[in-house]
């Protein structure tokens, strides 16, 4: 017989306004109790096991669309058509689309992009390297992925600032004051939609070498992908793929600023780059955790969860759970475990864009290495509240011997 998950005896985890290190602590020994633990939002998993298996069970759905659900976006123009965005989605709507789009975010589709990556990281650099200081996060990962994904999706240069903005402002979604911030938001999606809609005319009419065209090519079994539906994906790609690898990069050189030694051997060795991007992405993620609901009353490890139960994901528990990494706490490049990091997700919301993103860190850690050394944190660092989502330094100082 299942017990019931509100009748059993758990610890309860709360790491809101702790350190990272406090937080981690709190973690694991919550996790050295129970694989469930009672939290604000309902019940958070902590065991890399579980949060993979409960990712990768489909009776659990992702709780990002309560928030299109939320009062405030009822009506809007921004939540009628985010109901419908990958990130959402569930069963066979959500299937069709990753089968459809998959092809276009294949390693070897990320693999084109390379040289542009390096292009765009060298030339932020050499904004500030001469100046042997910078904010990394104003400076360098702020800007660098908006050219990416506008190259991906065929966007010429002259618009970048367009989408910055536009990113910007679709972002403030995850803000707070969504009433005060709707107009704004809905503005920045329209005139996105808008810009969008018109590319796709020009590529249908027009087919080149960008994610757009991949997309408006694809077909399979006469299923092809509407104009709605490539807008919307364009949509989710900005969305999902600046502030995530922004805030990944920046946590990322964060760290190692931490670990000179590691640091230089990744300036001399940039083969290492691999290694730095899976080892920084599980010591310090920028996604830290996601959720899910039952769909329906679900059975797991003999509990019932209830149809409508929160579960909270903890990417950063499962990223440090001992049964999986020999001393998890200790950050090592060259770490050989096989396990991967748990920062892109699992199951059928796996990032989609995890390709990209590796790659765009793998071009940009070398060159950072490289071109600042003896890389050091220059004052204070400024981290942004617990309550974001894709979290890492609003501000982040470093000194280093000027190139
Ligand atoms: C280091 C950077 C990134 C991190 C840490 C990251 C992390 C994640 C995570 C954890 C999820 C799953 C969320 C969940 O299960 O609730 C996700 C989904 C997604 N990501 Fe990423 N992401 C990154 C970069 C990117 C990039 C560059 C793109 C696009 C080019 C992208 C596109 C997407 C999309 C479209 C989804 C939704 C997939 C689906 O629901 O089927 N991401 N990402």
Same mark, same amino acid.
């Given at each position: 017989?299942?017990? !019931?998950?509100?009748?059993?005896?758990?610890?309860?985890?709360?790491?809101?306004?702790?350190?990272?290190?406090?937080?981690?602590?709190?973690?694991?020994?919550?996790?050295?109790?129970?694989?469930?633990?009672?939290?604000?939002?309902?019940?958070?998993?902590?065991?890399?096991?579980?949060?993979?298996?409960?990712?990768?069970?489909?009776?659990?759905?992702?709780?990002?669309?309560?928030?299109?659900?939320?009062?405030? !976006?009822?009506?809007?123009?921004?939540?009628?058509?985010?109901?419908?965005?990958?990130?959402?989605?569930?069963?066979?709507?959500?299937?069709?689309?990753?089968?459809?789009?998959?092809?276009?975010?294949?390693?070897?589709?990320?693999?084109?992009?390379?040289?542009?990556?390096?292009?765009?990281?060298?030339?932020?650099?050499?904004?500030?390297?001469?100046?042997?200081?910078?904010?990394?996060?104003?400076?360098?990962?702020?800007?660098?992925?908006?050219?990416? $994904?506008?190259?991906?999706?065929?966007?010429?240069?002259?618009?970048?600032?367009?989408?910055?903005?536009?990113?910007?402002?679709?972002?403030?979604?995850?803000?707070?004051?969504?009433?005060?911030?709707?107009?704004?938001?809905?503005?920045?999606?329209?005139? !996105?939609?808008?810009?969008?809609?018109?590319?796709?005319?020009?590529?249908?009419?027009?087919?080149?070498?960008?994610?757009?065209?991949?997309? $408006?090519?694809?077909?399979?079994?006469?299923?092809?992908?509407?104009?709605?539906?490539?807008?919307?994906?364009?949509?989710?790609? !900005?969305?999902?793929?600046?502030?995530?690898?922004?805030?990944?990069?920046?946590?990322?050189?964060?760290?190692?600023?931490?670990?000179?030694?590691?640091?230089?051997?990744?300036?001399?060795?940039?083969?290492?780059?691999?290694?730095?991007?899976?080892?920084?992405?599980?010591?310090?993620?920028?996604?830290?955790?996601?959720?899910?609901?039952?769909?329906?009353?679900?059975?797991?490890?003999?509990?019932?969860?209830?149809?409508?139960?929160?579960?909270?994901?903890?990417?950063?528990?499962?990223?440090?759970?001992?049964?999986? &990494?020999?001393?998890?706490?200790?950050?090592?490049?060259?770490?050989?475990?096989?396990?991967?990091?748990?920062?892109?997700?699992?199951?059928?919301?796996?990032?989609?864009?995890?390709?990209?993103?590796?790659?765009?860190?793998?071009?940009?850690?070398?060159?950072?290495?490289?071109?600042?050394?003896?890389?050091?944190?220059?004052?204070?660092?400024? &981290?942004?509240?617990?309550?974001?989502?894709? &979290?890492?330094?609003?501000?982040?100082?470093?000194?280093?011997?000027?190139?």
């Amino acid at each position: 017989m299942p017990q !019931l998950v509100s009748e059993l005896d758990l610890p309860y985890l709360d790491t809101v306004g702790l350190e990272r290190r406090e937080a981690v602590d709190a973690i694991a020994a919550a996790r050295s109790v129970h694989w469930l633990a009672r939290s604000e939002l309902g019940y958070s998993v902590t065991r890399q096991q579980d949060v993979t298996a409960i990712l990768r069970d489909q009776r659990f759905h992702s709780a990002l669309s309560m928030i299109e659900q939320s009062p405030e !976006l009822q009506g809007s123009s921004a939540r009628d058509r985010r109901g419908e965005s990958i990130l959402t989605m569930e069963g066979p709507g959500h299937a069709r689309l990753r089968r459809l789009v998959a092809p276009a975010f294949t390693p070897r589709s990320a693999e084109r992009m390379r040289p542009f990556m390096r292009e765009v990281v060298t030339s932020l650099v050499d904004g500030f390297s001469a100046r042997g200081r910078c904010d990394l996060v104003a400076d360098l990962c702020d800007p660098y992925p908006i050219p990416i $994904i506008c190259e991906l999706l065929g966007a010429p240069r002259e618009d970048w600032k367009l989408f910055s903005a536009w990113a910007t402002d679709i972002f403030r979604i995850f803000n707070a004051n969504l009433v005060e911030d709707l107009p704004l938001i809905k503005k920045a999606s329209a005139e !996105l939609d808008e810009y969008v809609g018109a590319l796709i005319l020009e590529r249908r009419a027009r087919p080149a070498a960008d994610l757009l065209s991949d997309l $408006i090519a694809v077909e399979e079994g006469g299923d092809r992908l509407s104009s709605d539906e490539l807008v919307g994906l364009a949509e989710a790609v !900005l969305m999902a793929g600046t502030d995530t690898t922004r805030n990944q990069l920046a946590c990322s050189v964060a760290l190692l600023a931490d670990h000179p030694d590691q640091w230089r051997a990744l300036a001399e060795h940039p083969e290492l780059a691999a290694g730095a991007v899976e080892e920084t992405m599980r010591v310090l993620g920028a996604v830290r955790g996601t959720s899910r609901f039952a769909s329906v009353d679900v059975e797991y490890r003999d509990v019932l969860f209830p149809a409508g139960t929160m579960v909270a994901l903890s990417m950063v528990s499962a990223n440090f759970d001992p049964e999986v &990494w020999a001393d998890p706490g200790r950050m090592d490049i060259t770490r050989t475990t096989r396990a991967q990091q748990m920062t892109f997700g699992s199951g059928v919301h796996f990032c989609l864009g995890a390709s990209l993103a590796r790659a765009e860190l793998q071009e940009a850690l070398p060159i950072l290495a490289r071109r600042l050394p003896n890389l050091a944190v220059d004052g204070q660092v400024d &981290w942004k509240p617990d309550s974001v989502g894709i &979290w890492g330094p609003a501000r982040l100082p470093l000194a280093f011997d000027p190139t």
